[in-house]
């Protein structure tokens, strides 16, 4: 958007930190620094504070749906093992020379390079660090004077931890999620200016401030800034938003612009905030030092501390472990006590010089209806022509147009009522394409569910969109279901965790290994609007277009179903969404003809292993089992009439050899070429490089849909067997064991034959009928950058 392609952009990386402390090149700074090890899986020590669905990490990745709908379409992207990694673009960069280095969020990635790169830290001229809180005190969460029942919350709290200030009210989430990469950073002996809470809590959104910047929207990046600030107002939880929101990245960055624009004035003087110069460092551990209690991996259990850290020094406390940490407890308070990622005033050799913004300058003009000296600069310097962005999604084709495509099929006969659950693996998007190929006359693919606790971040739900899209399949409701498994804390990881963060782990199924972006754009995103019909406190802008949940998807469908109609459920993730309506809804289990699932791995103790390559301790479980072992055993044991597609038969057909034979001796439709095109990528980085040795495993996945669909093609077996699901502990967890005593009949399929498989999965993608209707993102910006381009109407479709 603002013709900047020139710019390195680092991402991820699958390096790791060995247990004696040596730093590999090109870590992807996924975990913090205590937490990291040979691999891109973890568990979540500090990130477990914040949310992650609504009002958390998925409005974040998406802002608010506002990113997919405003921001253009650039020709970068992300494409496995050809990304620059974080570390390489650092070493890059500042080996050019003089650097100055904005940290706006964890430390983790700059500590690393400075830890691994000391020789190149006479190249940082300066460091500009956006959080902390040295002497702040919360403005949130406070009590008015008259309250008799008010409990007050973060109030006058240093930190702004809203999810954890009954374990720590003393941190700021930037330092918060690496402490000890935190400290490595402030101890670097570069020269550092902090913009802390300190003076960020000064700089409320006000009323004024807010109509104002609706008024001034002359820069295509001012429109962005605007609409995400509205947004975020209007799904605020309470009436608050004008006293408790805060502009604390953009006055950071004026703050610092500021100083190096005022070049050698003393102080750090500035337009925005009062300077003053202090001793600080950042709290890594809780006193009492020295004491190994479990919870400190540099120092439990090492004969040398890792790093070569001083046991009995700074860092050789109790460091929190998570939520429910009771050394964090203080008795009779609602505050806890532990300061991990404190950025705390200190006299003596554990201290360091750092320049302090204080508070944020009133505004010079007191007549003015903005009350900071900032907010004139940031609507001024974001509304100025020079510099500007070129356009935005819409306006990057002089033709665009929003067309949605709902297929007519009131002349014809539907067939077998089906609802698709998926968790957004690679095989995922192969089978829902792979359903919406059959004629409706057979499969009459009714609604979507997602589940946001499996192998992609629940924001790659827009994907979903843009394969419906593509195939003219713009009617089919697509449910959003829960972020954490059945029972598991919504703060947390305990399952997920198992999923590797980086190449062939969630950086790769969250884009479809690159390729998602070469999808045609659906005009339908996820999207935080919403409605007071729904419970919340007030309508947005748009609350038509809410993203409706997988429950909400659930009921609508089988409330349009006619009275002997019956839902068929197939599964290609963990069963949280299932186990959840079976709980909630009383009716559902009349309502389900049957249910398939593509998961489990039957323990028959011939010793043949799941796939569960992440977990050492649990041998024997499938992941779509393992991810929700509570929801799993709900739906195993609840009577219903259930087909399990467990591992073994999945192994029968996961070659990548044979399934590209058969691609490419078959006609090619749009559909078929992007799946060949994404399963022949899958193959290469298999052989590649090691991160990818499990990837076959997702062929498996496409099994479900094709037994469903072509099962009277596939020669197969099926056998009843009684199973349990184990649960209750991680060397347990999702195990399917045979289990005549106590266990629930299921049917099992067994066997297929995976010549004819691959044959009938070839043939039906290569079909012309139901093929796609747009073909890719290609496709669409020639359509929207001719003035007679027409695209290609299907007389049975109504745009």
């Known amino acids: 958007m603002m013709g900047r392609d020139d710019i390195a952009v680092g991402v991820g990386g699958d390096g790791g930190i060995s247990d004696d402390g040596r730093i590999y090149p090109n870590v992807g700074g996924y975990f913090a620094i205590i937490e990291q090890e040979m691999s891109t899986v973890g568990g979540c020590r500090y990130r477990q504070t914040i949310p992650q669905g609504a009002n958390g990490r998925l409005d974040v990745n998406t802002n608010y749906g506002i990113r997919r709908a405003f921001l253009p379409q650039g020709n970068r992207r992300y494409f496995p093992l050809q990304q620059p990694t974080i570390q390489q673009m650092m070493i890059d960069t500042i080996s050019a020379g003089a650097t100055t280095v904005f940290l706006m969020g964890t430390h983790t990635n700059f500590a690393l390079f400075l830890m691994s790169n000391p020789y190149l830290k006479k190249n940082v001229e300066h460091i500009y660090i956006m ?43 930037n330092i918060f999620g690496d402490p000890f990469g935190a400290y490595q950073v402030f101890h670097s002996s570069i020269p550092i200016t902090l913009v802390p809470l300190d003076a960020t809590n000064m700089i409320p959104i006000t009323e004024n401030f807010f109509k104002a910047f609706e008024q001034m929207q002359s820069t295509y990046e001012a429109k962005y800034c605007f609409e995400s600030l509205k947004i975020a107002r209007d799904t605020w939880l309470d009436n608050q938003f004008y006293t408790n ?38 709290v890594t551990s809780n006193e009492p030092y020295g004491v190994h209690d479990g919870s400190n991996p540099f120092f439990d259990g090492r004969v040398r501390p890792k790093f070569n850290l001083l046991d009995g020094g700074v860092h050789s406390g109790h460091v929190l472990t998570g939520l429910d940490d009771p050394f964090c407890v203080m008795e009779g308070s609602i505050k806890g006590k532990c300061q991990d990622g404190y950025t705390k005033e200190v006299q003596g050799p554990d201290s360091v010089a750092a320049l302090v913004a204080v508070k944020a300058k009133p505004n010079k003009n007191a007549n003015s209806p903005l009350d900071r000296e900032f907010f004139n600069n940031f609507l001024e310097v974001l509304n100025r022509p020079a510099h500007s962005g070129r356009f935005n999604f819409t306006n990057q084709f002089p033709h665009y147009k929003e067309v949605m495509y709902k297929p007519d099929f009131r002349n014809r006969i539907r067939g077998m009522p089906v609802m698709f659950d998926m968790d957004m693996s ?29 192998w992609s971040n629940p924001a790659t739900i827009d994907v979903i969109y843009d394969v419906l899209h593509m195939m003219g399949r713009d009617d089919i409701p697509v449910g959003l279901g829960s972020i954490t498994a059945l029972g598991a804390p919504e703060l947390g990881c305990k399952y997920v965790k198992a999923i590797p963060h980086g190449s062939g782990g969630g950086l790769d199924t969250d884009t479809l290994f690159g390729l998602a972006r070469m999808l045609p754009r659906s005009p339908r995103r996820y999207t935080a609007e919403n409605s007071k019909k729904y419970g919340t406190p007030r309508d947005t802008a748009h609350p038509g277009i809410r993203q409706p949940l997988a429950f909400e998807v659930w009921q609508q469908v089988t409330g349009e179903l006619g009275p002997t109609d019956k839902i068929t459920v197939l599964t290609n993730g963990p069963l949280t969404n299932i186990a959840n309506i079976i709980i ?173 498989y691959y044959a009938e999965l070839a043939k039906l993608l290569a079909a012309k009928k139901q093929s796609a209707l747009v073909d890719s993102f290609d496709e669409q910006k020639r359509m929207w950058s001719k003035a007679n381009y027409k695209g290609r109407d299907d007389p049975g479709f109504v745009r």
């Open 426 to 454: 690679p095989g995922d998007f192969i089978a829902l394409l792979c359903l919406l190929k059959v004629n409706i006359e057979t499969i009459d693919l009714k609604g979507i569910l997602v589940s946001g606790n499996g």
């Open 584 to 756: 909630s809804d009383t009716k559902a289990k009349s309502m389900i003809e049957q249910v398939y699932i593509v998961g489990s791995h039957l323990v028959d103790g011939e010793g043949e292993e799941g796939n569960l390559f992440t977990v050492p301790s649990n041998k024997f479980a499938e992941f779509n089992f393992f991810l929700d072992p509570k929801a799993a055993k709900t739906v195993v044991e609840s009577g219903l009439d259930i087909t399990v597609i467990p591992l073994r038969a999945q192994r029968q057909v996961s070659s990548f050899g044979k399934v590209l034979r058969a691609l490419r001796a078959a006609e090619k439709t749009p559909e078929s070429s992007f799946v060949y095109r994404l399963l022949l990528l899958m193959q290469k980085l298999q052989k590649k490089h090691q991160a990818y040795s499990h990837i076959d495993m997702f062929l498996g996945e496409l099994l479900g849909s094709m037994f469903l669909v072509q099962q009277s093609h596939l020669n197969y077996s099926i056998n009843e067997k009684a199973i349990s699901v184990g649960s209750g502990h991680v060397t347990m967890d999702g195990q399917t064991i045979l289990d005549e005593t106590s266990g629930k009949l299921v049917k099992v399929l067994d066997r297929l034959d995976p010549d004819s």
């Open 245 to 282: 929101y805060f502009m604390w990245d953009s006055f950071m960055t004026g703050v610092a612009l500021s100083i190096m624009r005022n070049g050698e004035r003393p102080n750090g003087e500035n337009d925005f905030a009062e300077m003053e110069a202090m001793n600080i460092t950042v």
């Open 131 to 173: 959080g902390g809180g040295v002497r702040s005190h919360n403005p949130t969460g406070c009590c008015s004077k008259s309250s008799i029942s008010c409990v007050p919350q973060q109030c006058e709290d240093h930190g702004n931890m809203f999810t954890a200030y009954t374990e720590d009210p003393y941190a700021e989430f």
